[in-house]
């Protein structure tokens, strides 16, 4: 009796141990920062051979400790690896807590946390550039033969000026003859001699008329 308790306490033992040793653990979880295309992306691989189902959610760390959510998903690892992808455009030298949770056998974190690579992924945004600056180098060539032909009209717009310059002059003497000729008494002097010649005529007809009337009385 005694051997036989022996024994299957042993192999109680042994099957515990068994069972331990697969058990999904922390460190069957890897997380890395990749880059698909020209985005980021965040790839966790399960490779837990006893195929526990586990939860993987994975937060972003910001300034001052304050943590965001990126996304949560199922997996169910395999002894080759099981992967999941989280669609995330890190920037470089970001941190990120990858959280593990399989029941009843895992609930933390990957340690170390994730920190993404110096550089970001790189994308075809760099191509375009060069096209463009061969456009600017013909248009500075011709424009400065039309800039050198503006100044030879300004040239000839300063020549006719004086020309324009000199008959605004011209009328102020004008003016002053005319102002010399309309001065009032030349332009009146006939008519007073008219004036005073008919009142000449006018008294000397009546001194005549009143010396012959005088005549007249004496001889009657």
Not at 102 to 123: E, F, M, R, W
Request: aromatic share 4%; glycine share 12%; with cysteine.
């Amino acid at each position: 009796m005694r051997i036989l308790g022996v024994a299957s306490a042993s192999a109680a033992v042994v099957l515990g141990l068994a069972s331990t040793a697969s058990a999904c653990t922390i460190s069957e979880f890897k997380a890395e920062a990749k880059c698909d295309g020209a985005k980021g992306v965040i790839v966790v691989t399960d490779t837990d051979g006893s195929g526990t189902p586990a939860t993987i959610t994975v937060f972003r760390t910001n300034s001052g400790g304050v943590e965001k959510q990126v996304g949560e998903q199922p997996v169910k690892g395999s002894a080759q690896g099981t992967e999941v992808t989280f669609q995330e455009n890190w920037q470089p030298n970001a941190t990120y807590r990858v959280h593990v949770t399989a029941v009843p056998y895992v609930d933390q974190d990957i340690t170390p946390a994730l920190s993404t690579p110096s550089t970001a992924c790189k994308g075809g945004s760099a191509t375009p550039t060069a096209p463009a600056s061969t456009t600017p180098k013909p248009s500075p060539s011709e424009s400065t033969p039309a800039q050198s032909a503006s100044p030879t009209p300004s040239g000839s717009a300063s020549s006719s000026a004086p020309a324009s310059a000199g008959p605004s002059n011209a009328p102020s003497p004008a003016a002053g003859s005319s102002n010399l000729a309309e001065t009032g008494a030349n332009s009146d002097t006939p008519l007073i001699a008219g004036v005073a010649g008919a009142l000449v005529v006018v008294g000397g007809g009546a001194v005549w008329f009143g010396m012959r009337r005088r005549g007249a009385r004496g001889n009657g």
